[in-house]
């Protein structure tokens, strides 16, 4: 007998048939003797649907009101899951985040989950019941619903599965695991059987959408033992390992690519110490992320600084850097959304060198323009226009040799 905790995604309950089969596959580790807690996301497209309306009416909308408003999704799929389940004769109930609770800080909208109360549900499911819970969703310390960020259901698995002590914690998703790279472009990718949680975190932070970045963070430091695979189809999945359970290494083991970036451009900025931290400092306090960076060497000492944010916090960002020009002097501010991130991520790269340049080399081989380029220990990554993503993600691909024969 084992805990597990099953995660579906979008795709798996999207509608009642495949509720169903989410449904029977739940089924089989209950009859199996597992005790079990099932979280589910939103059915597909429905939290597209609950974004768009809340930016639709103010693209600088309350936080707070987003999350009430984006977290409903969840609710519909745990509650029909329930029913669902109990059509089948198998005892569960649903459980909103609140209800729990799964407490998370004040961070609306991408908020941190904080601490799980899994005592009630430990208790419930040693007497058979399945726990549907609704992922994606929290408590604020304003004893407000918090959302965790898009793809956050998969992070509600992981924490649930950490505060449960749970064997497992499958993620069930329209894939049959984590591959060199997205197999929707690239159909030649090859899936992984196994990745370390280092290369997965990577991979996930620079867009590798199949786990939420968080998730692996918390796997890791928990030590959850994650696996994903399909929801559809019966399936050896990719199992999240530590780094030395894996005998082969590749120098590459993936590449990722983000189309949810925006590049701003700070151009005329004076070149003296403090400007960057006013710029920076400023995004911070609006809790904008800010991810690559390049100043320009300075000309009659003026420079142009250009960075990315995530391109939902394009408006917030634009809105506190406008505030602040008068202050800093800067001559104009620029913003591209027409751009993509494209990384390629392994841990050999940390005892080979080469890496960037065969990216360089392949990405000037198809006239692809790299606008900024960052590195860390274990990634490389470029901004292109994102016309260009597809042709980049196969091209790096095949020079990386990780094509499938
Ligand atoms: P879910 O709704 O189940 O959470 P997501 O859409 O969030 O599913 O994540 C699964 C998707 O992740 C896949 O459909 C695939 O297109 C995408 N994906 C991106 N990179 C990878 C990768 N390296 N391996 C597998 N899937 C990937
Ligand atoms: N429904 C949320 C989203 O679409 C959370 C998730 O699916 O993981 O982002
Ligand atoms: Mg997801």
Redesign the pocket.
């Known amino acids: 007998m084992a805990r597990i905790v099953m995660?579906?995604?979008?795709?798996?309950v999207a509608d009642l048939d495949r509720l169903r089969n989410v449904a029977a596959r739940v089924q089989r580790e209950v009859e199996a003797g597992n005790e079990v807690a099932v979280v589910v996301?939103a059915m597909?497209g429905t939290t597209n649907q609950l974004v768009g309306w809340c930016q639709g009416l103010s693209s600088l909308h309350d936080a707070r009101e987003y999350d009430i408003v984006v977290s409903t999704g969840e609710q519909i799929t745990a509650g029909l899951l329930a029913i669902a389940l109990q059509t089948l004769g198998i005892e569960a109930r649903s459980w909103a985040g609140w209800q729990i609770p799964i407490r998370t800080d004040g961070a609306h909208g991408k908020a941190r989950i904080e601490a799980i109360e899994g005592q009630e549900l430990i208790r419930r499911m040693g007497l058979g019941q399945v726990a549907v819970v609704t992922g994606f969703q929290g408590l604020g310390p304003d004893n407000r619903i918090t959302t965790l960020g898009?793809?956050g259901?998969?992070t509600s698995a992981v924490a649930l599965a950490a505060a449960l002590g749970a064997d497992r914690c499958d993620?069930?998703?329209?894939?049959d695991?984590?591959?060199?790279?997205?197999?929707?472009?690239v159909p030649r990718?090859r899936?992984?059987a196994r990745i370390s949680y280092e290369e997965m975190l990577e991979?996930a932070s620079v867009?590798?959408?199949?786990?939420?970045t968080r998730s692996v963070e918390l796997a890791m430091k928990e030590q959850v033992r994650v696996q994903?695979l399909s929801?559809f189809q019966d399936l050896p999945g990719?199992l999240v390992v530590d780094e030395d359970e894996i005998v082969e290494k590749e120098i590459v083991s993936?590449?990722?690519?983000s189309r949810d970036e925006a590049k701003l451009t700070v151009r005329g900025v004076p070149d003296r110490p403090g400007v960057a931290a006013a710029v920076f400092g400023k995004l911070a306090a609006e809790n904008v992320n800010v991810d690559m960076i390049v100043q320009n060497i300075s000309e009659e000492g003026m420079t142009d600084m250009t960075f990315t944010v995530g391109e939902t916090d394009l408006p917030r960002a634009q809105a506190a850097l406008s505030a602040v020009q008068p202050e800093i002097g800067y001559a104009e501010l620029l913003a591209d959304i027409n751009v993509a991130k494209i990384s390629v991520v392994g841990v050999g790269m940390r005892s080979h060198a080469g890496i960037a340049s065969t990216m360089f080399k392949a990405l000037a081989d198809k006239g692809i323009n790299i606008q900024v380029i960052s590195t860390s220990e274990i990634k490389v990554s470029i901004l292109i226009a994102s016309e260009y993503t597809e042709l980049a993600v196969r091209s790096l691909h095949t020079a990386y040799g990780l094509d499938a024969s």
């Not at 995660?7 to 798996?12: D, I, L, R, V």
């Not at 993620?171 to 894939?175: A, C, F, G, H």
């Not at 695991?177 to 472009?185: F, L």
């Not at 993936?254 to 690519?257: D, Q, S, T």
Request: no cysteine; hydrophobic share 35%.
């Open positions: 995660k579906f995604g979008g795709t798996s996301s597909s898009r793809g259901s998969d993620i069930y998703t329209d894939v695991g984590v591959y060199t790279t997205d197999p929707r472009i990718a899936k992984l991979l867009g590798a959408k199949v786990l939420q994903v929801s990719t993936g590449i990722a690519y």
